[in-house]
C-alpha cells in the first residue's frame, strides 16, 4: 500500500514564483526523502529529513516536517524553468526500505 | 566523478524474447536496487541486493530476475517479456547507516524498455 501521498498532482506557475508541494503519509517514519526527476531521466536525491527535525534548508529549497499531522512540504522559491520536473516524497516503511509517492509534476513557465 | 551507470538507456525487446539490462557504479555502495516506473507512476521496488543477499518483494513476478555478480554490477533479467513490462527500469545504490534501508539512493539514468 502507499505511504506517500502527494498534493497536487500537478502544479504550473511562472518563473519567479514560489511551488509549494505537500506529502502526507499514514505510519510513524524514521525520515522522509525529496527527490526530483527529470523527463525520462532517473531520481536525484534533494534533502532528508529525520523524524526529530521540523525544517530544513537547501538552497532555494525549503522542507518542513509535521509528524502530528503526518506531513511534509517541499518549498521551491525563486522558481526558475530548470526547476520543471517531477517531484517525489519518499518514507521509510515499516519493512525498512523507501516508498514513493506518485510525485507532484511542476512546470515552470518562462 | 562517481555515480550509477545504466545501459543501455532505450531497449526495444519483442514479446516473449529475454532481456538483460545493466547497472553498474562506482560508489562502491553494499546496496543495489531495481525499481520498475510505469508512465506518471510512483517507482515500484522489484528487489534489491544487500551485499550478496538478495531480498525479493513479495509481488514481484516470478518472470523477473537479477543477479549482482560482484560490488559493482547488477542485471535485471525479464525471462519472457510481456506488453505490461514496458516501462523505464530504474537502479539505485545506497549506502545504509545501522543496517537499515532508508537512507540517501542514488539513481542511475533508467532504462526505457519497449516491448513490441
Known amino acids: 500500500s502507499q505511504q506517500g501521498e502527494e498534493d497536487p498532482q500537478a502544479l504550473s506557475i511562472q518563473e519567479g514564483e514560489n511551488a509549494t508541494m505537500n506529502c502526507s503519509y499514514k505510519?510513524?517514519?524514521?525520515?522522509l526523502q525529496w527527490y526530483r526527476q527529470n523527463s525520462g531521466r532517473g531520481l536525484v536525491h534533494l534533502i532528508l529529513i529525520r523524524s526529530n527535525e521540523r525544517e530544513k534548508h537547501s538552497g532555494r529549497l525549503r522542507v518542513t516536517l509535521d509528524t502530528s499531522k503526518k506531513s511534509s512540504s517541499l518549498l521551491i522559491t525563486a522558481s526558475r524553468a530548470a526547476d520543471t520536473a517531477s517531484y517525489f516524497c519518499a518514507t521509510d516503511s515499516n519493512t525498512g526500505k523507501l516508498i514513493f509517492g506518485q510525485g507532484t509534476t511542476l512546470q515552470v513557465k518562462p | 566523478d562517481a555515480m550509477v551507470i545504466q545501459n543501455p538507456r532505450y531497449q526495444v525487446t519483442q514479446f516473449g524474447k529475454p532481456v538483460t539490462l545493466s547497472c553498474s557504479q562506482t560508489l562502491n555502495h553494499n546496496v543495489m536496487y531495481w525499481y520498475q516506473q510505469k508512465s506518471s507512476q510512483a517507482p515500484k521496488l522489484l528487489f534489491h541486493?544487500?551485499?550478496?543477499?538478495?531480498?525479493n518483494e513479495a509481488d514481484t513476478p516470478d518472470n523477473f530476475q537479477s543477479r549482482r555478480p560482484n560490488t559493482s554490477f547488477c542485471f535485471l533479467d525479464i525471462r519472457s517479456p510481456g506488453l505490461g513490462d514496458a516501462a523505464m527500469y530504474l537502479c539505485a545504490t545506497s549506502s545504509p547507516l545501522a543496517g537499515g534501508l532508508t537512507d540517501t539512493q542514488y539513481f542511475g539514468p533508467g532504462t526505457r524498455l519497449t516491448v513490441l
Open positions: 541486493y544487500y551485499d550478496k543477499d538478495f531480498n
Open positions: 505510519t510513524s517514519i524514521n525520515n
